[in-house]
């Protein structure tokens, strides 16, 4: 079977199976983080409860984890939802959301670490910093390293804790405990200036691995079709604002022939 096939069966097995995806997100994406993930068929919760946590965790078929908008009491919760997915088994995704850039989130990303996550999907910035390396420094939430300056690093992460990396950037470069790399080269400049997409592309991760044995070959689908929706949306918007819009309609309504025909992945 071509990659293009293979692909696009993991995105129709989410659209089938609508795997039920426990969210521990930040403030500024919740609203979209929710809207695609029920555009691409899975069903969002966004629940921080610490006395529902481990219940939460248990039904759903993912859990999401993103520090973006850090407090003490999320703290303990993504740390009791981190240990409930690793219990469980179930797969879970870590967005180390500006890693690097305060000790506190220094401090509870190495915490969420011991637990394992399936996926970890950041900005090379973020790679860099959770992996200790001292050659980048984070600015913000944004990236000011290229995506392949940070495959070392996440080569190390891959090493320590056995999870898939995925490095966000122009080129999305996924990296596992097999010596396999996938390159993803979809995507365009302007969904840099809508807030959270790189959240939005670790919810729909933590989806597709949900209902995927083969969890990079999952994690390369939902990369791609972000990227592939972000292109298509592209053409027709006048701006960020529209672009935020008609990305949401696209990850509904792509086809398959659009999908095949602007895939951009390679594998090493």
């Known amino acids: 079977?071509?990659?293009e096939k293979t692909l696009w069966e993991y995105i129709q097995s989410v659209k089938d199976q609508s795997p039920l995806i426990h969210n521990i997100t930040n403030y500024v994406v919740m609203n979209n983080t929710a809207n695609a993930l029920l555009a691409v068929g899975a069903s969002p919760v966004?629940?921080?409860a610490k006395s529902e946590i481990k219940d939460m965790a248990s039904i759903a078929s993912a859990v999401l984890i993103n520090i973006g908008t850090l407090d003490e009491y999320w703290s303990e919760a993504m740390l009791i939802a981190a240990k409930a997915a690793h219990t469980l088994n179930k797969p879970w995704v870590l967005d180390p959301v500006g890693a690097g850039a305060t000790p506190y989130r220094n401090?509870?990303?190495q915490k969420l670490l011991q637990y394992r996550p399936t996926v970890i999907r950041g900005n090379a910035s973020e790679i860099l910093a959770l992996a200790k390396s001292n050659s980048s420094v984070t600015k913000g939430v944004d990236s000011i390293a290229l995506s392949n300056e940070a495959v070392q690093a996440a080569l190390?992460?891959?090493n320590d804790?056995?999870?898939?990396v995925c490095i966000s950037g122009a080129t999305d470069i996924i990296l596992n405990d097999s010596g396999q790399i996938y390159f993803i080269k979809n995507g365009h400049p302007m969904m840099t200036k809508v807030t959270g997409l790189g959240c939005t592309a670790s919810a729909l991760t933590a989806a597709f691995i949900a209902v995927t044995e083969n969890k990079t070959e999952a994690t390369t689908a939902a990369m791609a079709l972000l990227g592939i929706a972000g292109e298509l949306a592209e053409k027709q918007s006048s701006g960020p604002g529209s672009l935020?819009?008609?990305l949401l309609d696209k990850l509904y309504a792509v086809t398959e022939t659009e999908f095949s025909g602007y895939l951009?992945?390679?594998m090493e």
Do not use: R, W
């Not at 804790?161 to 898939?164: K, P, R, V």
């Open 107 to 109: 401090e509870i990303l």
């Open 156 to 158: 190390d992460l891959v």
């Open 244 to 246: 935020q819009m008609n």
């Open 1 to 3: 079977m071509t990659m």
């Open 161 to 164: 804790y056995g999870s898939i």
């Open 46 to 48: 966004m629940a921080h």
């Open 264 to 266: 951009k992945v390679a």
